[in-house]
């Protein structure tokens, strides 16, 4: 099975940066479409979409774009989430995904996606 590891979350004030991280094992990683999501306190798989990539297309959720920036690594099978001027509302536990398609098929759709890290959480103080 695939295994998908998150890091960098952390505690960040509101108009602070992080940057995620997600190392990817067991997969031939530039096949796949990887994702990032997150879930907010509370809300128990309840699940929003943040951004998609693959060798071909990136995707962005309104919600981010101009402030969020996904990239990959295809030698070190990792996958990076830059945050930018980040938000109360960015508060949430982050995932990474990863299913076996072209993201241009599923990019942003939550329930395509087959493995899943067990998320890092950012939380953003006010």
């Known amino acids: 099975q695939a295994r998908l590891v998150e890091s960098g979350g952390g505690s960040v004030h509101a108009g602070g940066s992080l940057k995620l991280s997600c190392v990817v094992s067991g997969l031939p990683f530039a096949d796949y479409c990887l994702g990032w999501f997150r879930q907010v306190p509370g809300m128990e798989r309840e699940l929003g979409a943040i951004?998609?990539?693959?060798?071909?297309?990136?995707t962005y959720a309104d919600s981010v774009k101009g402030r969020f920036t996904v990239s990959k690594d295809n030698v070190q099978n990792t996958l990076y989430l830059q945050m930018n001027n980040l938000k109360f509302e960015d508060t949430a536990m982050y995932y990474c995904?990863?299913?076996?398609?072209?993201?241009?098929?599923?990019?942003?759709?939550?329930?395509?996606?087959?493995?899943w890290g067990r998320g890092t959480q950012v939380t953003v103080s006010s």
């Open positions: 951004a998609g990539i693959d060798d071909d297309s990136i």
């Open positions: 995904a990863a299913v076996k398609t072209r993201c241009s098929r599923v990019a942003l759709r939550v329930a395509d996606y087959e493995f």
